[in-house]
């Protein structure tokens, strides 16, 4: 089963910045786009942000907007999500996930691969 590997989590405090990074185990990810999901305890997954097999497209959900970008280095095969600012309401498991060359939803189901995720608490 191919799969991503998240690392970069922790706890940090309000203000405070991290940056998550997505590997894949076992495959390039130059033909795949990768979005990053968060789930709080309680809550659905959300969609966080989204970048394009390219890295010419992205996009961020309204809540981490201007505090969090997306980025990738193909020559390393991993995305990046440095995140600023953040808010006590950041905290939650953070997922990335792979689909094929484009971006188009935040819908789960639409992504073929996924990590198993990393925490991040936002706490003073």
């Known amino acids: 089963q191919l799969q991503l590997v998240e690392s970069g989590g922790g706890l940090v405090q309000p203000g405070g910045s991290l940056r998550l990074s997505c590997t894949p185990s076992e495959f390039t990810l130059d033909y795949y786009a990768i979005g990053w999901f968060r789930q709080a305890p309680g809550k659905e997954r959300e969609g966080v942000s989204c970048?394009?097999?390219?890295?010419?497209?992205?996009n961020y959900a309204d809540s981490v907007k201007d505090r969090f970008t997306i980025s990738r280095d193909n020559a390393k095969n991993t995305v990046y999500l440095q995140m600023n600012s953040l808010k006590p309401e950041d905290t939650a498991v953070y997922y990335c996930?792979?689909?094929?060359?484009?971006?188009?939803?935040?819908?789960?189901?639409?992504?073929?691969?996924w990590g198993q995720g990393t925490q991040v608490t936002v706490s003073s």
């Open positions: 970048i394009t097999f390219s890295g010419g497209t992205t």
């Open positions: 996930a792979a689909r094929r060359y484009y971006c188009g939803t935040y819908d789960p189901h639409a992504y073929d691969y």
